[in-house]
């Protein structure tokens, strides 16, 4: 019995001390003929009564998504979960 206490003490204590991640919310906006695609890292534990700082990332190279996957993963993603703050990256538009 002491065993399957001590078990399940470590599996809470896992689940509670693992890493809270910002959420990542991947969207679309048409305005006219032109399609957006951009995905927008929230803070951790977002309240959308509160505001935040917020950042427009934008990668070099072809501005695909993998370019904003690519920018959100090595660059921004980490240091907006640690600082809190709101990271929009837009694709290039579809063309009409």
Not at 48 to 70: E, H, W
């Amino acid at each position: 019995m002491k065993q399957l206490t001590l078990m399940w003490a470590s599996l809470v204590i896992m689940c509670v001390t693992q890493p809270v991640h910002a959420e990542l919310l991947e969207k679309t906006k048409k305005v006219g003929n032109t399609t957006v695609r951009y995905k927008v890292v929230l803070p951790n534990v977002y309240d959308p009564l509160k505001a935040y700082p917020g950042i427009i990332a934008l990668g070099g190279g072809p501005q695909t998504m993998n370019t904003v996957d690519s920018i959100l993963n090595r660059n921004f993603r980490a240091e907006a979960e640690k600082r809190g703050y709101i990271v929009v990256a837009p694709a290039a538009p579809d063309e009409p």
